[in-house]
């Protein structure tokens, strides 16, 4: 297993700082396919609020994106 570098959402535009979600890519290397596990960010030592499981590996990304708002 290996994760990719994770992506912080906000819950919404006027979320307090840290409110949101942390999204991150996991690669389950022996099964050669992905999830993407979506947590809480405001309690990350709970369990991944969704886990989703794609029919495929996702590709490796060099580093996060930038997008505005």
């Given at each position: 297993?290996?994760?990719?570098e994770?992506?912080?959402?906000?819950?919404?535009?006027?979320?307090?700082?840290?409110?949101?979600?942390v999204?991150?890519?996991v690669?389950?290397?022996?099964?050669?396919?992905?999830?993407?596990?979506?947590?809480?960010?405001?309690?990350?030592q709970g369990?991944?609020?969704?886990t989703?499981?794609?029919?495929?590996?996702?590709?490796?990304?060099?580093?996060?994106?930038?997008?505005?708002k």
């Amino acid at each position: 297993t290996a994760c990719g570098e994770p992506v912080f959402m906000p819950r919404s535009n006027s979320s307090a700082e840290g409110d949101g979600f942390v999204l991150s890519l996991v690669d389950r290397l022996d099964e050669n396919r992905s999830d993407l596990l979506i947590l809480d960010a405001m309690n990350m030592q709970g369990p991944a609020l969704a886990t989703i499981k794609l029919p495929f590996r996702a590709p490796k990304a060099f580093h996060g994106s930038w997008v505005s708002k």
